[in-house]
T-cell receptor
Framework: AQSVTQLGSHVSVSEGALVLLRCNYSSSVPPYLFWYVQYPNQGLQLLLK??????LVKGINGFEAEFKKSETSFHLTKPSAHMSDAAEYFCAVSETVRNTGKLIFGQGTTLQVKP | NAGVTQTPKFQVLKTGQSMTLQCAQD?????MSWYRQDPGMGLRLIHYSVGAGITDQGEVPNGYNVSRSTTEDFPLRLLSAAPSQTSVYFC???????????????FGPGTRLTVL
């Protein structure tokens, strides 16, 4: 079965520091991977997705993620954190075994940005 | 385009009451789904639909019913509300009917439900 694990439920960084949010997946087939962001009291918004093209994926708001098959990872990074990046971030894998379109989410990581 | 809309934004129910959470999209998407979000558990799929007249169960379907009579609408019905159904509910849609799994899903703003 496919699954996603996000390491660290809370991450705190200073403004201007590197942001690194970790995501590891489990999948028996080549996965489609997503990062979503959720601002307080809002729905989820797509940051970026990996669909088996380039392994380094660039998204919105300066975020990027690198697909590493050998490590089964899809970590999200941003070189310099901004106060507006404070939000909850979800990594997800698309259920491809039966092609249901179902997204399997990690538990989420809350990013705090300190001034 | 309004995207994915959900009503109501907030709802308080008493145990045993029934209600319908509304979801609509104006993007002509085939695929629609309902998730619930609980602290520390991410989002879990309740039901989904790959097109009008076709629905299927997700990970946590018990206590919920859905139907899809039109492409635009995908209501979620709580038959007899229980405190365990206190959660935030999100509706999502995507263009493809799960044909490849790579389609972006667009989420509504959510409905915050409390069951007393």
């Amino acid at each position: 079965a496919q699954s996603v694990t996000q390491l660290g439920s809370h991450v705190s960084v200073s403004e201007g520091a590197l942001v690194l949010l970790r995501c590891n997946y489990s999948s028996s087939v080549p996965p489609y991977l997503f990062w979503y962001v959720q601002y307080p009291n809002q729905g989820l918004q797509l940051l970026l997705k990996y669909t088996s093209a380039a392994t380094l994926v660039k998204g919105i708001n300066g975020f990027e993620a690198e697909f590493k098959k050998s490590e089964t990872s899809f970590h999200l990074t941003k070189p310099s954190a901004h106060m507006s990046d404070a939000a909850e971030y979800f990594c997800a894998v698309s259920e491809t075994v039966r092609n249901t379109g179902k997204l399997i989410f990690g538990q989420g990581t809350t990013l705090q940005v300190k001034p | 385009n309004a995207g994915v809309t959900q009503t109501p934004k907030f709802q308080v129910l008493k145990t045993g009451q029934s209600m319908t959470l509304q979801c609509a999209q104006d993007m002509n998407h085939e695929y629609m789904s309902w998730y619930r979000q609980d602290p520390g558990m991410g989002l879990r799929l309740i039901h989904y639909s790959v097109g009008a007249g076709i629905t299927d169960q997700g990970e946590v379907p018990n206590g919920y019913n859905v139907s899809r009579s039109t492409t635009e609408d995908f209501p979620l019905r709580l038959l007899s509300a229980a405190p365990s159904q206190t959660s935030v509910y999100f509706c999502a849609s995507s263009y493809g009917a799960g044909t490849s799994g790579s389609d972006t899903q667009y989420f509504g703003p959510g409905t915050r439900l409390t069951v007393l």
